[in-house]
């Protein structure tokens, strides 16, 4: 029986889980059989309605509490436990990667964008290990399509550049959603394992619930609320705010939502990762007594999302799964982007003119014609957009793990 390792993934945002949900349809449809791990760092109840094992790194690194604002039965990091309770209530040991790593047949990393400087050398080196690990173990590596780079540590630099170039070698096949990342890991680390490679999610088909669900009738997902006509989705992203002060973006929302009002459109407010709630709460305190401007504030799984954005005459999105559903749904399309992946992402479809970088600047003029355009024209997008989506769905990075597994039987790996 093939055992799959999936990490890299978690669920604090739709992006994350529809990565992960996507991954263990694909490995189902390809192995029937197989058993799937996914590795954790972040905190879970212990019953979980999965049809795959969530695992630990250790059995010291979570423990099991009954907390009185988080509730029963939740998994927290041994620091955060001496925090929040002082010491540890209803401990149970969870599965560990130790007892499960002999028997793995292949480890598949679904990180949105882990390998990078812009988060630091630690994360860095926990990416880098669990690759080294899975080397010492001969047991294949495929890394599925994700954004590298930029690869500027400081002080750290040598020790870096050795660490990615012992261990990128290693994988079976990189997929790098963005030019500029293979660019980087070819010409600076030698690498010759890397393809381009469009979002994993993109490329392939919706899973099925009852792929994903052990008792996918009894998983009771946040209803979606009564979605009227001409409405358009409006996704922010918490880490947009890195750059530019609140008050100012801020400022910017509030004339994108006019913008949309002004045309005689209703707006939804949408959290696609747990982290921006609060900010969509303060953005609609600047419409309060706006009945045409609601505020979702239920937590969606991926499924439910491709169910609402269908509803949806357009989004502006800042969240970039948020945008990469709305496409696979056949919606258009503007991006509130702060980094190359979004730019790539509107390249497949021909429409680079509607993603606006705040990295660089706040074009409120620009953002809001763009608003105004896909008012009036943006239904004529959607047959456009479907036919794209349908020619990336025609190859599989997944072909890459087969590939892996059967190199690795003959011994050749």
């Known amino acids: ?46 019953d979980q309605p999965y049809s795959f094992q969530i695992v630990f790194e250790d059995e010291d690194a979570h423990r099991m509490v009954n907390h009185p604002v988080l509730g029963a039965g939740v998994i927290l990091a041994k620091d955060a436990v001496k925090t929040l309770l002082g010491r540890p209530t209803g401990y149970k040991k969870k599965s560990t990667l130790a007892a499960i790593y002999p028997e793995i047949s292949c480890v598949i990393d679904i990180s949105g964008f882990a390998l990078s400087s812009s988060w630091g050398e630690k994360k860095s080196s926990d990416y880098l290990r669990i690759i080294s690990e899975a080397k010492q173990r001969n047991i294949p590596v495929v890394l599925m399509p994700q954004s590298f780079g930029p690869f500027s540590y400081g002080r750290d630099q040598e020790k870096m550049d050795r660490l990615i170039r012992e261990n990128l070698i290693y994988p079976k096949a990189i997929f790098a959603r963005e030019k500029v990342g293979a660019d980087l890991l070819q010409e600076r680390y030698h690498c010759k394992n890397v393809s381009l490679s469009p979002d994993l999610v993109l490329c392939h088909p919706t899973p099925e619930k009852s792929v994903i669900y052990r008792n996918a009738e009894a998983v009771k997902p946040a209803q979606i609320p009564e979605i009227p006509d001409n409405t358009v989705g409006v996704i922010p992203n918490i880490r947009t705010l890195s750059g530019h002060n609140k008050s100012e973006l801020l400022d910017f929302y509030k004339k994108i939502i006019e913008t949309v009002l002004d045309q005689q459109k209703n707006v939804v407010l949408i959290r696609h990762s747990r982290e921006d709630l609060s900010f969509c709460r303060e953005i609609k305190a600047m419409f309060a007594q706006e009945a045409h401007v609601q505020l979702l504030p239920d937590d969606f799984d991926c499924f439910s999302y491709d169910a609402l954005v269908q509803k949806l005459d357009f989004i502006i999105g800042a969240r970039y799964h948020s945008l990469v559903h709305a496409f696979k749904a056949g919606v258009p399309c503007i991006a509130i982007g702060w980094a190359d992946k979004y730019l790539e992402l509107f390249r497949l479809f021909g429409d680079e003119a509607f993603v606006f970088d ?10 809001c014609e763009a608003i105004r355009l896909y008012c009036t024209y943006g239904e004529e997008k959607k047959n456009q957009i479907l036919q794209t989506v349908s020619q990336l769905q025609k190859c599989s990075c997944f072909d890459a793990v087969d590939q892996a597994i059967k190199q690795c039987e003959a011994g050749s790996l």
């Not at 055992?3 to 978690?10: A, D, E, R, V, W």
């Not at 992960?20 to 694909?26: K, R």
């Not at 192995?31 to 799937?36: G, K, M, S, T, V």
């Open 1 to 46: 029986m093939y055992k799959f390792l999936i990490t890299g993934s978690n669920f604090i945002n739709k992006g994350a889980q529809s990565m992960l949900f996507v991954t263990v349809d694909q490995l189902r449809k390809r192995y029937p059989d197989c058993e799937i791990y996914m590795l954790s760092a972040f905190d879970y109840a212990e």
């Open 358 to 367: 705040v990295r660089k600047t706040l074009d409120t003029g620009k953002m």
